[in-house]
């Protein structure tokens, strides 16, 4: 939706009076500064706190912001806007921000500062810490001494510190903010300093006033010459430095850069850009524009540039990366360029965008939740064995329990169960990673070994035995909770437990759920992560996942559950607070577990080890933080209404259930495809549509359409007989979907040979005048192509094309319809029809349609 | 100049071939469900099983889903190892087997034509 178009075909013209307005960092009480962002360089910052207004001239507003002293501490309550002000324009204020209390949303402490990025070394002169408040003190300490402090942070700070590191130093990073200290960061010691690489100098624009420079090691000395003029040196915390230079650049001008470390070492080789004319100025990079957004988020853009936002050919926003705001949402139809300017130096190109629908904004990294150290131990009682991680005192071994989250009550716990794999590899250690990340948020997770149940065995019999270890671990847990003197002594709530298994592990954990009988143990929710379903194998019902919160997450390149059981536990879940299916192509069934070496993946080239963990983290953590700390968000994650920062969202296919949803038609009645599940009538037009199983099998008396279908429940499948047939699915009753969205399960059904060419349906609204009003599926994310997978099922051994038809959730937003055409009565919504406007006659296979109200904080 | 670097790949794990069955028997013989510490096992409504013994030239592979019995199209699952390559299956719903059908390995889901076939058939057992 996007396209780099020149700037000399648009009639673009600028506004000098249009400036936008900064915006800033959250504010917490007893900050003693804000730190402002968005502002164009050298703008004059007006910073307003509840009536009493401080003012300052700022020079650039990367790679930080400006970080403003405030006359007094900011106190909880407060409203403090800011605006920023050039020699031709003056923007609004801000939304006007109230000033928190950290201890609301930080109970236990504020968060635990980050040395960012790591590790440091020997004669490093300065480090950088992340997962700060704004406002606070970070200060640095090497072997317990303060080598480093800055009064008034920024939410990522870089701090001098001397004398420089010493070798074999233990250091850490403190924060407190209302003499309310968070835990210190983890110790990183300082190792010999690597060999130094030539800096990185990407040749700027003339006019510019930014240099960017690369390659930096951590904690280095980088001195600068332009020309031949030595000009300054800079402490560096690593990765990259960015400075601003006067006078502004001239075409052909080179800068030099070199990196010191050790005085006794030599320098690193000379880093050198030269200035490059206007012309080289391309346009920057842009997220997807949702309609009724009211900023443009900027991806990529020149160090220094200004931003430029257009909409309809008029200039609409003026400010700098990555927001820029705007006086009115973006409307359908809207035109949006965007360009960028970096100096007297305009952009040759500019940004063309068209608004769509549905483009989830990138929010945190959900799983870094990081509040507190993290202890460890292995525990061994019987046959009962495995590895705990806990919020702790400190980081390390058998340390003890936080005292600070001990003091506020019991803590939940999730127990993890891996599946089968050579019993010689100690698969129980393969979620480390995951453990770590569930107790720095404030979860204990206990890993369970399997171990003795990864003999020859198979079956249910095997599951069930699964299943009665688990508890078993669980029993030890309370047996831990209810002694004296051990780390758990009165420390886990019970009526907050969450499982999570992969594999045969993921089989065992639905199964716990049905047949647990602990007194005092409830279970919140489960992840079953690539599950097999023996149940199903053995001729069985599938178990119903029910009574807690349910995600499966499916790898799309499974080489060993190549049929993806998991999708019948979401299809088979209910009554559950929601559920949640995550499938990602490019995934394999080992990468998720770091005792599992080999790559078994089909279907192309895996995502790396490292992704596939960052993709369980960010989904698996928003399942826990919600079902087990009440933390409000999460579910946006999950519902596609946010996507994590921290994970390959572009391999991840959603599918999520809400129960508060009117559901229009899940076919699971088996009432024939002439009735829908609210027993209205049904209507399809110029194409053919009935219902099937959507199985491996009959099911339910339907049969499959065809063999690509792995789930198990009854869906509908619609091929077109003529360009724009119509589905038309009447409400008995008329709906008023305004402000609520319409949610459809959608695939392509895999058929082979693949076509060339993938497809696409329209989603209509009628009201009750049959005014209908469309939205294409491309409006909301676009129909994705069957996850191929042929060509290597065919050649193993089992021989067989196991490429799927794997249904996903698409929203769309009432008012995206109402954006249309205005006459469109939302409130009087009689009919909901698909509309298939392909030529190409490619059947659609469709389920859960459902009028949705956003009723989850 | 930057390189854009080739990635290292991962070893793949290595297909695994299907079993051949070198030796099989059947009986008639009593079943005894898992004992579980926390629940009565699913497979305790069953007090007797058809018995599948099969010795085989390969050890199955460490798979959460190896490859499994099929006697004719019907999949048994439940299975437990009983010494080094030999495993012993369990068919609950005798029913299912049909008289003379023949017993090979395979991957559950595949098609007769892609297991890996034995000499033997399958015939009841007899005895109540």
Known sequence: MSREVPREQIDLQPNPEVLSPPYLENLYRCAVNVVVHGFVPHAELDVDVDGTVTTETARFPHPHGHNMALPAPLEAGQMVRVRQRTATAQSDWSVPETVADHTQEYPHGPPRPVIDPGPVYACGSRTGVSNLLAGGSVWITADGGEVGRVDGCREHQGVNVNPDYSLGQVVRAHYQLCDDPSAPSEASTAGPPPPLPRPDVPDPVESGEKLWIGNIVNGARVTVWRGTTELVTYRCWGYALEIGLSPPFTPGERFEAVQRMCPSDPPSPTGTGTVQPCSALGAPGVAPVQLGDQHIHVTDFHPGAVIEVYVNLVHKGTGTAPIVGLDDPIAFGDVIHVGQVVGTCVGQTVLELDPVCVAPPVGRDPSDHNIFPVGHQEYLDGDVHGSVYYPAQDDGASTPFNERLAESGRVPIVFLVHGRHSPADPSYLGYEYLQRELARAGIIAASVDQNALNGDAHGVGNIEHRADLAIEHIVHFQNLDAAAGDTFSNRIDFDRVSLMGHSRGGDAVITVPTVIALAGVRIRSVLALAPTNARHGAGLDTNRPTGHAFMTLLPAGDGDVRRLNGAQFYDQATDVPYKSQVHVENTNHNFFNREWLFDDGVGGPMLSRYEHERVLSSYAMPLYRESLLGHSGMIDYLSNHRRPASARSDKVRLSFGWPEALTVDDHDENNTIDKNSLEGDTDPTGLAADEFAFHQHDHDGLSPFNASFFGESLGMVAQPEEVNGTFRSELPDPVDVAGQEIWIRAAEVYQHPLAAQGTSFDLGLEDGNETVVWVSVDDVGGLPRPYLRRAEDLASRHQRDLTKTMLHTFRFPSGCFAARNRELQLEEIRAILIRLPEENRLALAFDDLQIVERTWS | ?128
């Not at chain 2, 670097?5 to 991962?10: A, I, L, M």
């Not at chain 2, 099983?49 to 499994?68: G, Q, S, W």
């Not at chain 2, 080094?84 to 390995?105: M, N, Q, S, V, W």
Request: net charge negative; glycine share 6%; no cysteine.
């Open chain 2, 1 to 128: 100049m930057t390189d854009a670097g080739q990635r290292e790949p991962t070893p793949r794990r290595p297909e695994f071939e299907l079993p051949e069955i070198v030796e099989l028997t059947i009986r008639r013989a009593p079943f005894e469900a898992p004992r579980l510490r926390h629940f009565e096992s699913s497979l305790s409504r069953f007090d007797e099983a058809i018995e599948f013994h099969v010795r085989t030239n390969e050890p199955l592979p460490y798979l959460d889903e190896p490859p499994m019995l099929y006697v004719g199209e019907t999949l048994v699952t439940e299975m437990r190892g009983t010494g080094e390559r030999e495993y012993t299956f369990f068919a609950f719903d005798e029913e299912r087997l049909e008289e003379g059908a023949p017993i090979a390995f395979g991957f559950p889901g595949t098609p007769s034509a892609q297991r890996r076939d034995s000499e033997y058939r399958y015939h009841a057992p007899r005895g109540s």
